[in-house]
Structures are given as C-alpha cells and as structure tokens.
C-alpha cells in the first residue's frame, strides 16, 4: 500500500469499484493460480458491496441526522451529494485530519485545481470541525473515521491477495491439476 493514499469520498467510491470488478475482469491473462484465490476474492468482492451499500447510508446520516452545518464544495458543480455538497463535504474535511492524507489529492478529487498552500487549506478545514459541537465531533468522528479504517483493512487484504497472485504467476511454479502435473510454459532465470 502506499505511503499516501486518497481518503476523499470519491477515491473510495472507486477502491470499492475495483475490489468488485476485479473479481469478474481480473484474471484477464487467464492465470493458473486465480482458482485458488477465486474464494477470497469473491468474499471481499462481496464485503466491498456491503460497504458501497453502507457508505451512501453514512453520506444520508452526515447530511441529515448530525445538523453539521451546511456546506458547499464550489468546485464540484456536477456531482450533487444527497443534500448539495454537505455529507461529501464533511466527509473529506473529517478525512483531512488522518496524518496519511494527502491533501493535495484529496483538493485534486474535489477538482480545486486552484489552490496555493496546501497546509492553509488543511488548517481551514480543522478549523471548522473545531466549531462543531462535540455531539456533531463524534458523530463525524465515529462515522468518518470507522469507516476509513475498515476500508483500508479490506484494500490491504485485497492487495495482499492481487500481489500473491502475480508473484505466483510471475515464478510460474508446477502445480499438480487433476492428478498430473502441469510445467510452466516458460522459467524465468
């Protein structure tokens, strides 16, 4: 995984998007080992779309039952959140706070090409979670932040299997199928 990964709404829309799709158009080199893994593959595939399900139900809760303030993202005319801009908002502004956010990436989600100091918006946007109330805090907090954590658990599971499968393939190992052996096509040296 990387040192820096995107945590805006929209970046784990689509880490989601490809745990499922992966499941179907993965194996596109048709590759001897993607049996053995089909098992676990379809399993996060399936957690993936509980997840997606849970996230727009997070997106209606952040918009209507915390009374977080509304907000409008102004550079993201096009995609219109439950209620304006709000639930993706507060949603981003809570993420900004994990120390292995980048902020540049996340503004690049929001399609704010325009900023100057990366650091001056991060302190803006602290700045106004400060003013929440500490009912809306944990609630923000709890909602945000929980499922952050949950997602990069099933994206590093999810990597932790893709990367076996390549290694394997990669070193084209024998493998016994139906009581016979099958011999790589190729050695590697």
């Known amino acids: 995984m990387a040192l820096f990964k995107r945590m805006d709404i929209w970046s784990i829309y689509d880490g989601l998007d490809e745990i499922m799709d992966y499941l179907y158009n993965g194996n596109e080199k048709k590759n001897i080992y993607w049996d053995y893994y089909s098992e676990q593959l379809n399993e ?64 690049d989600g929001e399609g704010n090409y325009g900023y100057s100091d990366v650091a001056q918006e991060k302190a803006k946007r602290i700045r106004s979670l400060e003013r929440l109330t500490k009912k809306q805090q944990m609630a923000l907090y709890t909602e945000v932040l929980g499922f952050i954590t949950r997602y990069l658990e099933l994206y590093a599971a999810f990597e932790t299997i893709r990367a076996v499968i390549n290694e394997l393939e990669y070193h084209q190992s024998a493998i016994v199928k139906d009581a016979k052996v099958t011999l790589p096509g190729e050695a590697f040296v």
Request: with cysteine; charged share 25%.
């Open 44 to 107: 996060l595939a399936n957690i993936a779309g509980e997840m997606y399900e849970e996230l727009q139900e997070i997106r209606g809760r952040l918009s209507y039952k915390y009374d977080l303030p509304y907000k409008k993202l102004e550079f993201c005319e096009a995609d219109q959140g439950i209620n304006g801009h709000t639930d993706i908002s507060w949603w981003n502004t809570a993420a900004c706070m994990l120390s292995d956010t980048d902020m540049a990436e996340l503004l």
